[in-house]
T-cell receptor
Framework: GAVVSQHPSRVICKSGTSVKIECRSL??????MFWYRQFPKQSLMLMAT?????????EQGVEKDKFLINHASLTLSTLTVTSAHPEDSSFYIC????????????FGPGTRLLVL | DAKTTQPPSMDCAEGRAANLPCNHS???????VYWYRQIHSQGPQYIIH???NNETNEMASLIITEDRKSSTLILPHATLRDTAVYYC????????????FGSGTRLQVQP
């Protein structure tokens, strides 16, 4: 299957700082990528849809000024958590859809963020 | 997207077939059935998907009933590494739609 990578795999930061997470599709181009968040013992929750060359679409309740998404190329989307607080500590997962034929969504390995 | 119903948990003996059911009685004609699994602290892994016909790949088989209101994911010879949460998701194959995850089935493979 298609490969999606994320970097970093885990990050610890101080409250008030910003953290950038990268999501790359390694062997295919993705005009659309998705960002999810998963809290302990819960399922994945969609945060936003990232569209190459245009603004991201955010789900209700997700602050667009806090979670900045940039999708500057067909293989890279970034999520920046600005002014992180302890309640932002979570597992952040990106995914990308292949195109052509039946579209299938492939997920990155996730980034665990801990805000102290 | 149609809603799915899965048992919260299942056990399976190592080496035996694991049969994971999913109910999707409100599925529409252009919606696919996708299966993913999530091993602890990892991103979801794509397993298989289908529309009407049964499907098989190197990981699993997907059996979809004729009325498409339910399906079963079969892991033919479960191993300890198959212990994970398995998600059955119904989604249209159009546009730029994200997948909506329910609570899934926690499969525990016992030695």
């Amino acid at each position: 299957g298609a490969v999606v990578s994320q970097h970093p795999s885990r990050v610890i930061c101080k409250s008030g700082t910003s953290v950038k997470i990268e999501c790359r599709s390694l062997d295919f181009q993705a005009t659309t990528m998705f960002w999810y968040r998963q809290f302990p013992k819960q399922s994945l929750m969609l945060m936003a849809t990232s569209n190459e060359g245009s603004k991201a679409t955010y789900e209700q309740g997700v602050e667009k000024d806090k979670f900045l998404i940039n999708h500057a190329s067909l293989t890279l989307s970034t999520l920046t958590v600005t002014s992180a607080h302890p309640e932002d500590s979570s597992f952040y997962i990106c995914s990308a859809r292949t195109s052509g034929g039946v579209e299938t969504q492939y997920f990155g390995p996730g980034t665990r963020l801990l805000v102290l | 997207d149609a809603k799915t119903t899965q048992p919260p948990s299942m056990d399976c003996a190592e080496g035996r077939a694991a049969n994971l059911p999913c109910n999707h009685s409100t599925i529409s004609g252009n919606e696919y059935v996708y299966w993913y699994r999530q091993i602890h602290s990892q991103g979801p892994q794509y397993i298989i998907h289908g529309l009407k016909n049964n499907e098989t790949n190197e990981m699993a088989s997907l059996i979809i009933t004729e009325d498409r209101k339910s399906s079963t994911l079969i892991l033919p010879h479960a191993t300890l590494r198959d212990t994970a949460v398995y998600y059955c998701i119904v989604s249209m194959d159009t546009g730029r739609r994200a997948l909506t995850f329910g609570s899934g089935t926690r499969l525990q493979v016992q030695p």
